[in-house]
């Protein structure tokens, strides 16, 4: 996938927002059809998302555009993916999983569309949002389910549904999700998935709140934020881009060794810190992760 630092939901039935979503700067556009739009809008909300996907297609655009249909048990998703699935659709945002079969099934049915309407194979990915208790219960299964899932979201949002489903009250500090948060990263990463994304900061207006959720997110190991305001993208896309003296301080570090090993040497000390490859492969890591943002900006 693609460095999303930022991942903004727009809804869906309300097609001018989508270029309210392109202003924000965000990496990647979610066009939402589920808890965005009202139950009565569900059926003319998904012409508009396949209109707006047309159109941004057409366009050419730089944030890619993903779809959150509605969850599977909603009895609603099949007829979500008929219409959304088509050129232009970067991957389907999947709400309320529960187990792997439901990837594996979800996956059977993209498949069909992607023949049917002459994409290449495997090009529609999915980002699985753990919402359910028994989402997290099996969230290693799910994330090894399908070639196709691209990145793991733990949501953490105050009264929503992971918080009703477990039980737990929702702190800034976010120690009550701590363990949930964490065992999603080790999923991803286990599962060779490196692009982890966090989310989401409900409160609009406390920017600072923002900013330290996707700091200590950052440190979680979590590399980019779902948002659900264009306020909170620009924040977003500043914490999760390494910053200028991080990728210098690593291209010095990968030369030193370089240097240090044409003469035989597997450590150096760099600055006073022992470095061996190991410290290495760290640095190539952030050097990379700069440079796919920059191509993607």
């Not at 990968?254 to 810190?273: H, K, L, P, W, Y």
Request: negative net charge; charged residues 20%.
């Amino acid at each position: 996938m693609k460095p999303y630092r930022s991942m903004l939901f727009v809804p869906g039935h309300k097609a001018s927002w989508a270029d309210k979503g392109l202003a924000s700067g965000a990496d990647a556009l979610i066009l939402d059809l589920e808890d965005s739009v009202p139950v009565a809008s569900k059926d003319d909300a998904r012409p508009v998302v396949a209109e707006t996907i047309d159109r941004l297609h057409a366009q050419g655009v730089r944030p890619d555009v993903w779809v959150r249909p509605n969850a599977s048990v909603s009895g609603l998703q099949g007829a979500d993916l008929e219409a959304v699935v088509r050129p232009g659709l970067a991957g389907l945002f999947l709400p309320k999983v529960f187990d792997a079969e439901e990837l594996i099934r979800i996956d059977a049915v993209v498949t069909h569309l992607e023949a049917r309407e002459g994409l290449p194979a495997g090009s529609v990915g999915l980002i699985v949002s753990y919402e359910t208790a028994a989402s997290m219960a099996h969230c290693e299964e799910i994330a090894a389910a399908s070639p196709r899932v691209s990145s793991l979201l733990g949501a953490t949002g105050p009264s929503a549904d992971v918080g009703r489903e477990l039980g737990f009250e929702f702190t800034p500090a976010g120690l009550e999700t701590l363990y949930l948060r964490s065992r999603i990263v080790l999923a991803a990463r286990a599962a060779g998935l490196h692009h982890p994304v966090a989310g989401v900061w409900q409160d609009i207006r406390d920017l600072d709140g923002a900013r330290q959720f996707c700091l200590d997110n950052k440190q979680l190991g979590y590399r980019g934020m779902v948002c659900i305001h264009p306020s909170h993208v620009a924040i977003a896309n500043e914490v999760f881009t390494p910053t200028p003296e991080a990728v210098d301080h690593s291209r010095r570090l990968i030369d030193a060794f370089r240097a240090a090993e044409a003469t035989g040497s597997a450590a150096v000390d760099f600055e006073g810190q022992h470095v061996d490859i190991a410290h290495v492969k760290t640095a190539e890591g952030i050097v990379a992760q700069a440079e796919a943002i920059a191509a993607n900006a």
